[in-house]
């Protein structure tokens, strides 16, 4: 596995003109912040040795090299979730080999349910804690050395972007919520008992994504900074059927405030 990553890691340095040290994976609904970016150069998801490739209707499925808010990145147009059926390695597979590239930042972005009443479609919420509700560990198996067997996750999520990203989005009057996310296996919606246990649990929102990245960044000393897009509610009174063609309306509405709050962190950060 280790030396998967790292032939993976080797094939794409050999090919790419810059080394970003940031790193953005863009969420269901959310690929459009890629038109922002200044694209140096675009590898195909099938054409890297060992990718995975996405599946899911919405997600383009390629690795962007290019310039976003005055700073290289990498960014992914697309991720890969466990209920299309990888496994937590492959899932994961993209954020080990950005480690190995020399990525020391990730921003990643999501679309989720919001299960806080105080929550309504369209919000920007910036994930301050995870709860991890898959099936199954990315780290279960053998430990890869680039971090420990028993990794601390206490501060997930970065508290000094998520200062500078509040600060931001308070001098543009952008209106941000605060949140705990937990990430679920899905392909399902939640039933609304669901969304009744995983509020009850302590989540703000939920989704099917996000939590395994995250987990396997801070495995590697990766910093994260997490969003997550408001798309439908899971709140008593409020739960209507949800489609995955509302969840991506919902996300587009919200994309080009969440790009420049993006755009600013990677200038200032
Ligand atoms: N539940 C799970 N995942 C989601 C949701 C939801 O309500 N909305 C967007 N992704």
Redesign the pocket.
């Known amino acids: 596995m280790y030396q998967q990553i790292q032939a993976t890691a080797a094939w794409l340095r050999e090919r790419m003109t810059s080394h970003p040290t940031t790193a953005i994976i863009l969420g269901?609904g959310l690929g459009r912040l890629s038109e922002e970016i200044a694209v140096t150069q675009s590898f195909d998801y099938k054409d890297i040795p060992a990718f995975p490739v996405s599946t899911v209707e919405g997600h383009s499925g390629r690795l962007i090299v290019g310039r976003l808010g005055e700073r290289d990145v990498l960014a992914m147009q697309g991720r890969f979730h466990y209920y299309e059926g990888y496994t937590m390695q492959q899932v994961t597979f993209p954020v080990r080999v950005m480690y190995e590239l020399g990525v020391r930042t990730l921003f990643v972005s999501?679309?989720?349910?919001g299960t806080n009443p105080g929550f309504a479609i369209g919000d920007m919420m910036i994930i301050t804690d995870h709860i991890n509700f898959f099936p199954e560990h990315p780290l279960h198996g053998p430990n890869i050395p680039t971090g420990p067997r028993f990794p601390d996750m206490h501060e997930a999520y970065d508290r000094d972007l998520i200062r500078l990203a509040d600060t931001i989005a308070a001098e543009r009057g952008i209106k941000v919520q605060h949140g705990v996310y937990l990430g679920?296996q899905?392909p399902t919606?939640?039933t609304p008992a669901e969304?009744r246990m995983f509020y009850r649990l302590g989540a703000d929102a939920?989704?099917?994504s996000t939590v395994p990245e995250v987990i396997v960044a801070r495995h590697c000393g990766i910093r994260v900074f997490g969003v997550s897009i408001i798309?439908?509610l899971?709140v008593e009174g409020k739960i209507v059927e949800?489609s995955h063609e509302e969840?991506q309306q919902a996300a587009d509405a919200v994309q080009p405030l969440m790009a420049e709050i993006m755009r600013e962190m990677l200038t200032r950060a």
């Open positions: 269901t999501n679309a989720s349910g679920t899905g919606f939640e969304y939920v989704g099917m798309t439908d899971g949800v969840v």
